[in-house]
């Protein structure tokens, strides 16, 4: 037993005032002067001893009542029955249910139920229960008890989530919860033994601590599914494709369905091949202002609906405008930029040329963002000026070409200049692309880049503050891209125009192009989807603050708690919508498509693993282990009902007292 609010206690001090007040009524105040009591007949004892007796039972109910008030506050209770002291040989028994998205198939949570109330109905009656939940992370549900009623609540109120589950994670979090634990723990593993959840080292599934694994199987054999497992946006093309594929499935016929900011605007069939792959691709969707919620989902969906679709984010491109510098107001020497540029009617750009000394009279600012032809046309007037403007925010692409041989230093960044390559003339040697950083949002999906030839090409000396998008194949920098201060310069150490390679006359050259540009501008800076598990913040989708709501339309919750300040995680799959200085922004949250591989782990493998976790020593079990967690049983309510009765009974004393008191008094 314990108390809740012990400082009540100091009330039971109170008990000196009825004492006191005893003490002085216990004198009879009808005191008579007499000159000798030797001719009076002695009274009876027993009346005398039965008007004591009444005092100090009087006296104890006065007290009693005290007593009683202050335990009341000080609010007593049960840390547990007697049950909650385990017995010599009993077991800590850990049931873990897998909760990840594939449990969502068919009947595979109903199964998972069935097991783990088999589970708990088997447990031997002197043996501690846990439930735990695994997904993303594992969730201790049920402490160790010795009631089964509290986990079956807690299993009947549980569902699966849209996570995936690595079992490797999986026996870590094992590991944490059966550390320190003093009897032998038996774990009941409920799950779907999917292959793709087995971690990339089979050792992961050893646990660190001695304890005896069983494995219960909630699939079945065979069991087939279909999934959209990706969907791009390319706004150089404005085309969105989709990819779909099916995992141990017979040949099928099925409806692509898109759907733009809730209504249905398209469909395709598909003709799926046996566990085979199809992809598809919508254009010419009329978006409307600012983000767009585009939603691909199958018709008719699977046993698996919740992998039968996926969400992207698409904005339709504000127009904006591009200065062109060139030396000739005509441009021809950034023809072919020029025309990349126009060619992008996805980004509804517009080209603005213009001289570098004919540029001072322009508001740099009001440009999404500049082009050099050539960084040798630059006076250092020109440079500073642009320099002013990419520190500002701005950005900046420029090319080292022809003009820019016999400088010292990079106009505006001030890189080195370590010479000019020659390699020879169109059709001589050449060199190719050797490296690209591929995560790089500029250069997604530009893999024939690697086609181009380069004939000539400026090296300079990189910072250490740069990154280094693409290598030649000798190791000098191609692209780079820099920091400066609040904006960004991209350097390309070729020209723009035909003399120096043969890149602009390649396919690839406006998907670079335009990668490019909407780097510079900051539209590839916006966060429009996220992994199921992250966090969101306002400043991922370029907002100071805002607030944040989850795909049902609730606020969601920060978590400032953990240090992390605006950020909230990601539970659900869906669109997070922020809203915040005057603007609504989206982020699409997927499922990992990897949950859609319902593939069963091979029978020797589970065997192994079986075998990885046979108990390696025997584990005593400590005498008189109390269940920790356990709710404490509030025994105040019986206390106050005991306080009253021991005030009614006090009351019908006092008035026999007092009949007393008056009696002497007469």
């Known amino acids: 037993m314990t108390l809740l609010a012990p400082l009540f206690l100091l009330g039971v001090l109170a008990v000196g005032l009825p004492m006191w007040l005893h003490r002085l009524s216990s004198e009879n105040p009808n005191k008579q002067k007499f000159s000798s009591v030797m001719f009076l007949e002695p009274g009876e004892p027993r009346r005398v001893l039965a008007k004591r007796l009444q005092y100090l039972l009087l006296l104890a109910f006065r007290i009693g009542v005290l007593v009683l008030l202050a335990f009341a506050f000080a609010r007593p209770a049960l840390l547990g029955a007697p049950e909650a002291i385990v017995e010599d040989s009993a077991r800590l028994n850990l049931i873990i249910m897998d909760t990840s998205a594939s449990m969502r198939h068919g009947q595979r949570w109903p199964r998972a139920r069935d097991i783990a109330e088999g589970i708990i109905d088997d447990v031997p009656s002197g043996d501690l229960m846990q439930l735990l939940a695994v997904g993303r992370t594992a969730r201790v549900l049920v402490d160790p008890t010795l009631e089964a009623s509290g986990l079956r609540q807690s299993l009947n109120a549980l569902n699966p989530d849209y996570s995936h589950l690595d079992y490797g994670e999986l026996m870590n979090a094992v590991d944490l919860t059966a550390r320190g634990v003093e009897l032998p723990v038996v774990v009941h593993l409920v799950t779907d033994l999917q292959q793709s959840s087995m971690p990339t080292r089979f050792a992961e599934l050893a646990a660190q601590v001695p304890l005896e694994l069983n494995i219960y199987d909630a699939a079945r054999p065979g069991e087939s599914n279909w999934g959209v497992q990706s969907v791009s946006w390319t706004p150089a093309t404005q085309q969105i494709a989709v990819s779909v594929r ?43 202002e600012g983000a767009n919620r585009v939603r691909m989902y199958l018709d008719p969906g699977d046993a698996l609906a919740v992998d039968d679709q996926r969400f992207v984010v698409v904005k339709r491109p504000e127009p904006r405008t591009v200065l062109l510098l060139t030396q000739d107001p005509t441009g021809r020497d950034a023809l072919f930029l020029t025309a990349a540029m126009e060619t992008m009617t996805a980004q509804a750009t517009t080209v603005e040329r213009s001289t570098p000394a004919a540029s001072s009279d322009l508001d740099l600012r009001a440009y999404a963002f500049i082009a050099v032809a050539d960084a040798g046309i630059l006076s250092d007037a020109d440079a500073e000026r642009l320099r002013e403007y990419v520190a500002a925010g701005g950005g900046l692409l420029m090319a080292l070409g022809q003009r820019s041989a016999g400088s010292s230093a990079v106009p505006v960044t001030g890189h080195a200049f370590l010479g000019t390559a020659q390699l020879g003339a169109t059709g001589g040697a050449f060199t190719t692309v050797g490296t690209m950083d591929s995560s790089h949002p500029a250069l997604a999906g530009i893999d024939e880049l690697r086609a181009a030839k380069f004939y000539r090409y400026t090296e300079i000396q990189p910072v250490p503050a740069d990154q280094v998008l693409v290598q030649l194949e000798r190791g000098q920098p191609l692209l780079i891209d820099h920091r400066l201060e609040q904006g960004r310069v991209i350097l390309f150490t070729s020209s723009l125009d035909r003399q120096w390679n043969d890149l602009p006359v390649l396919p690839v050259f406006v998907p670079l192009v335009s990668g490019l540009a909407s780097h510079l501008a900051g539209e590839l800076s916006v966060q429009t989807e996220a992994r199921l598990g992250a966090t969101l913040s306002p400043r991922a989708v370029g907002l100071a603050s805002g607030q944040i709501f989850d795909p049902q339309g609730n606020a969601a919750l920060g978590i400032a708690a953990a240090g992390l300040g605006d950020e909230v995680l990601l539970e659900s799959i869906g669109f997070y919508e922020i809203l915040g200085s005057g603007r609504t922004e989206l982020v699409a949250v997927n499922m990992d498509p990897i949950e859609s591989d319902l593939r069963l782990i091979e029978p020797n493998a589970l065997e192994r693993w079986r075998n990885l976790n046979v108990p390696l020593a025997e584990v005593a079990a400590a005498e008189n282990v109390t269940v920790e967690g356990a709710e404490p049983t509030p025994l105040w309510p019986w206390v106050l009902g005991l306080l009253i009765a021991v005030v009614f009974v006090e009351s019908w004393i006092g008035n026999w007292h007092l009949r007393v008191r008056r009696g002497i008094a007469a």
């Open 246 to 288: 099916g995992y141990g499935t017979p040949p099928a016929e099925k409806d692509l369905v898109l759907e733009l900011n809730g209504e249905r605007v398209a469909q395709q069939p598909l003709s799926i091949t046996a566990d085979g792959t199809v992809t598809a691709e919508f254009g010419g969707l009329d978006l409307g």
